[in-house]
């Protein structure tokens, strides 16, 4: 199993911007084959360290991993992030 971890850090922490990145993740359940687990959270801490949301997936492998990536239903996910976040930070690994 693969798990592909992404935290957000928005420019502008507000209900509106939080709710609008929340969904569009959330979105993407069920709409890709390889996409096998999604969850996303909101920090609560609010610390200087925290960032705003966090997204956890789960892939079968590295394959489907990269079939995620490119896929048609991320990328407007991907430029929604962009537009809305000023970091991100990521880790993909593999359970062994």
């Known amino acids: 199993m693969v798990k592909h971890i992404?935290?957000?850090k928005l420019n502008e922490k507000t209900p509106d911007n939080l709710k609008?990145?929340?969904s569009a993740l959330n979105g993407m359940k069920g709409q890709i084959e390889a996409l096998k687990f999604l969850e996303?959270?909101?920090d609560f801490k609010g610390s200087d360290r925290s960032f705003d949301l966090v997204l956890t997936t789960h892939f079968e492998n590295r394959q489907g991993l990269e079939s995620?990536?490119?896929?048609?239903v991320h990328q407007p996910?991907?430029?929604l992030a962009r537009s809305?976040?000023?970091?991100?930070?990521?880790v993909d690994y593999e359970i062994i």
């Open 84 to 90: 809305l976040c000023s970091q991100t930070v990521v």
């Open 40 to 42: 996303v959270g909101e």
């Open 20 to 22: 609008a990145l929340a």
């Open 68 to 72: 995620y990536a490119g896929h048609k």
């Open 6 to 8: 992404v935290m957000f």
């Open 77 to 79: 996910v991907i430029q």
